[in-house]
């Protein structure tokens, strides 16, 4: 029988130095030609802060080669030969607050096996990923690297959901955005985009798409009516954790055939022959259609008038408005999380979850996302409940008819640390704005925000096995 066990080994990359694994053990990069044994399934998360003048990508790298020697280092100490990494999972919070940064973490499922013998052959079947950590596919990638003097692996850095290439990068009253005129079903979109990143269903008639992080389209009866690349729906942290959708990210686009973005809000009035608001919106209506162009401070210079440039870009028809959400509590997906939370209840039906959401995002190769209401998350891996997320606010605050904290259980969004505390008894663990209780069920992270009167919880993450 092949047990489980759960580390969450805190890793701060400007404290403390690694501790150096035997060469003896090793991230098996092929599976063993023979009926192998499999004496351990650990799971490890490495957090990371970011250091100074390090990049995002380069915290990365260091954390999630730092989680490895983790698990080498465990692999050793159970006597095992080696480690198969099978599952990856990164949480990147762009709030970078003090309160929030131990959120950011690289996570790997790894299976510490024994070969058959000393010296056994590995088959021909490519672990999942590399010796750094990296997801190893057979098509898609410009170069190669040679394991074991036999095998090729090459990686696959395409998404999983292919989308056509865009035949345009305009965006004009006649053809529309990128080719998809208003109007457009939402059938036509899916021809003509792919499959989108997200789909929210967001009151009546009104369906709000994304693709990535930077498209954005509204449908009402099924009709195109809005396009913009500003997200207005969703807060910073929910998008934090979506897919990005490289055809948009790059903000190629033409507004009129020669307005770029950054190009000088002063230039686009003189062009178009009109005026910009006084919060530097410019606005051109034709035939019943609208496009509006948002400037954003590009250089500040003391004693100086900042220059505006063109950021954000929106094709709607004239009376378009975006519409206040009335997101209301999910009280069935709240009870059923009550119930599990508290060991009472079976595993949740993941269709039935399904028909309840009311959004559903892409957030990885591997899992979806199910947006329950305004706070409750659920990340899903084929028919599978892998995490749920009780955020702050799903969706932007400024946006909302109204919020209710979110309550799973005696826990509830608001209470003070000291309380968490009592509730959850002795069997906790934790450092500076985080506490992390564990059982056969789940890992619950619990996170807190610093008020004037203390900490106070504000979102919370399990991850189930």
């Known amino acids: 029988m092949i047990k489980s066990t759960i580390f969450l080994l805190h890793i701060s990359l400007l404290i403390f130095p690694k501790v150096a694994f035997s060469t003896e053990v090793k991230l098996f990069q092929f599976y063993p030609d023979c009926d192998y044994d499999v004496i351990d399934t650990i799971n490890v998360s490495g957090r990371l802060r970011f250091s100074h003048g390090s990049t995002r990508e380069e915290s990365l790298d260091k954390t999630r ?3 490895i020697e983790d698990i080498l280092q465990l692999a050793g100490e159970k006597g095992a030969d080696g480690a198969i990494l099978t599952e990856k999972s990164t949480y990147l919070d762009d709030k970078t607050t003090e309160t929030r940064i131990t959120r950011n973490r690289v996570t790997f499922k790894a299976q510490l096996v024994n070969n058959c013998y000393i010296g056994a052959p590995l088959s021909e079947n490519a672990t999942p990923f590399d010796e750094d950590g990296l997801k190893k596919r057979a098509i898609n990638f410009s170069s190669n690297i040679l394991a074991d003097a036999k095998h090729i692996i090459t990686y696959d850095i395409e998404s999983q959901h292919p ?17 998809l005129p208003l109007n457009s079903t939402y059938q036509q979109m899916l021809q003509h985009f792919g499959t989108p990143t997200g789909v929210f269903k967001l009151g009546g008639e009104r369906k709000v798409v994304s693709y990535g992080r930077d498209f954005w389209l509204t449908f009402h009866n099924d009709k195109l009516i809005s396009v913009t690349n500003q997200n207005v729906w969703l807060s910073n942290e929910l998008l934090s954790m979506m897919e990005f959708d490289r055809r948009f990210e790059l903000q190629n686009w033409q507004i009129l055939d020669n307005i770029k973005l950054n190009m000088p809000m002063t230039d686009i009035a003189l062009l178009l022959e009109t005026k910009q608001d006084p919060r530097h919106f410019v606005r051109i209506k034709q035939g019943g259609l609208l ?23 929106a094709l709607s028809n004239a009376n378009f408005t975006v519409d206040k959400l009335n997101i209301l509590t999910n009280q069935s997906a709240t009870d059923t999380l009550s119930k599990f939370i508290e060991l009472k209840g ?5 269709q039935t979850l399904k028909s309840q959401a009311l959004g559903l995002v892409r957030s990885d190769k591997d899992s979806t996302m199910l947006i329950m209401d305004n706070h409750i998350v659920l990340d899903i891996k084929g028919q599978e409940l892998n995490k749920v997320y009780l955020l702050d606010s799903a969706f932007s605050k400024t946006q909302l008819k109204f919020d209710s904290p979110w309550q799973i259980g ?6 003070s640390i000291e309380d968490v505390k009592i509730y959850l008894g002795d069997d906790i663990f934790g450092f500076g704005d985080m506490l992390e209780v564990t059982n056969e069920r789940y890992i619950q992270e619990l996170y807190f925000s610093d008020y004037d009167t203390g900490l106070v919880l504000e979102s919370s993450e399990i991850t189930l096995f």
């Open 65 to 67: 080669l730092s989680v």
């Open 163 to 179: 989308a056509p290439a865009l035949t345009s990068q305009t965006v004009n009253f006649t053809q529309g955005a990128f080719g």
């Open 291 to 313: 496009i509006t162009l948002q400037g954003v401070a590009k250089r500040v210079v003391l004693n100086e008038l900042p220059e505006y440039g063109v950021t954000f870009y």
């Open 346 to 350: 079976d595993k949740m039906d993941i």
């Open 410 to 415: 005696k826990l509830k969004q608001g209470l």
